[in-house]
């Protein structure tokens, strides 16, 4: 990925497709058909796009099973579609011919034809979000925002069926509505994305505590603060998160001027995160030549006492 400033290439820092440039020390991201903009993530790449598919689906069958047995605990007047077979036959005529002359109407004048929102086995979906059930109407984002199930992408409506889950108190919700300000929104708000990822965070949502480390590490909606980056950073790290993993292996290894360097502990940090499925891209520690060898078996004995006491883990709602 090459620097919009200097053309140097950059190396991926933080998540998603995020960017550092060697060269000028510029932060840019490449978003889907969208110019290089400055410390902005899409927050998804294919495998957390993988996990939001999972996670959608999961909420959906969900959020259908709540519904089918709160309709089954109704009596049988009241369950839908119970009404409809006491209809009289000639009711049934007339509604039949009203449809029948609708649908005419509407081949004849190609009037009153909606562009459909979601895809078709996604109408439970919206009616569930409609009635405010919130799994729903996060699920119902998701779609709106990466058009998952053959979905129209729409960022207004993402945005507000994420509002009302996050505001509902939804902590999935409330993180990707802080990304969507970060790097999907037609108007970005920096200040805005930070205080939805750092709502997030404060509850616990390991990739939302390390997004905030990462805004605290270029200083995006908050003020820079490199102390605050590497204690969110921990946190998330605590939890398994290979990406907080990595931003502490940078910043011991120096690649934050001003920050104290401690080779042993970001070659530590290093083999958790590959452990983990994530590449650092970390070609030194910040150790002398004469420690380069124990600084890195230091770190694979360390990295594996840490991985032996397992991580911590946010329950999935």
């Known amino acids: 990925m090459e620097c919009p400033n200097c053309g140097q290439t950059g190396k991926q820092v933080g998540l998603g497709q995020t960017y550092e440039c060697p060269g000028c020390g510029a932060v840019f991201v490449q978003a889907e058909r969208q110019p290089l903009v400055s410390c902005s993530s899409d927050g998804a790449t294919a495998s957390e796009l993988a996990d939001v598919t999972r996670l959608a689906q999961i909420r959906q069958r969900a959020a259908q099973e709540r519904r089918e047995k709160t309709e089954q605990a109704l009596p049988d007047e009241r369950r839908p579609g119970a009404a409809v077979a006491r209809r009289p036959f000639w009711a049934a005529l007339v509604a039949t011919l009203v449809l029948a002359a609708t649908a005419a109407g509407v081949y004849l004048t190609g009037a009153l034809v909606p562009r459909p929102a979601?895809?078709?086995?996604?109408?439970?979906?919206?009616?569930?979000?409609?009635?405010?059930?919130?799994?729903?109407?996060?699920?119902?984002?998701?779609?709106?925002?990466?058009?998952?199930?053959?979905?129209?992408?729409?960022?207004?409506?993402?945005?507000?069926?994420?509002?009302?889950?996050?505001?509902?108190?939804?902590?999935?919700?409330?993180?990707?509505?802080?990304?969507?300000?970060?790097?999907?929104?037609?108007?970005?708000?920096?200040?805005?994305?930070?205080?939805?990822?750092?709502?997030?965070?404060?509850?616990?949502?390991?990739?939302?505590?390390?997004?905030?480390?990462?805004?605290?590490?270029?200083?995006?909606?908050?003020?820079?603060?490199?102390?605050?980056?590497?204690?969110?950073?921990?946190?998330?790290?605590?939890?398994?998160?290979?990406?907080?993993?990595?931003?502490?292996?940078?910043?011991?290894?120096?690649?934050?001027?001003?920050?104290?360097?401690?080779?042993?502990?970001?070659?530590?940090?290093?083999?958790?995160?590959k452990s983990l499925g994530r590449d650092c891209g970390l070609t030194d520690y910040g150790a002398s030549a004469t420690l380069a060898k124990w600084t890195a078996d230091e770190g694979i004995r360390r990295g594996k006492e840490r991985i032996a006491k397992g991580f911590a883990r946010r329950p999935l709602k």
């Open 118 to 273: 979601v895809a078709s086995n996604d109408r439970d979906l919206r009616a569930l979000a409609a009635s405010g059930e919130v799994g729903a109407q996060f699920g119902l984002a998701l779609l709106y925002d990466f058009g998952f199930q053959g979905s129209v992408r729409d960022p207004e409506e993402a945005y507000r069926w994420y509002l009302k889950a996050a505001a509902a108190g939804d902590i999935d919700a409330q993180y990707f509505l802080g990304n969507w300000h970060r790097a999907r929104s037609p108007r970005p708000d920096r200040a805005e994305a930070a205080y939805w990822v750092i709502t997030a965070a404060e509850q616990g949502h390991s990739t939302a505590q390390a997004t905030l480390a990462d805004l605290y590490r270029v200083g995006e909606g908050v003020d820079k603060d490199l102390e605050q980056a590497a204690a969110w950073y921990a946190k998330a790290a605590e939890q398994g998160n290979a990406a907080a993993h990595c931003g502490l292996a940078r910043l011991y290894a120096g690649a934050e001027s001003g920050y104290r360097r401690d080779p042993p502990a970001a070659a530590t940090h290093d083999y958790v995160a």
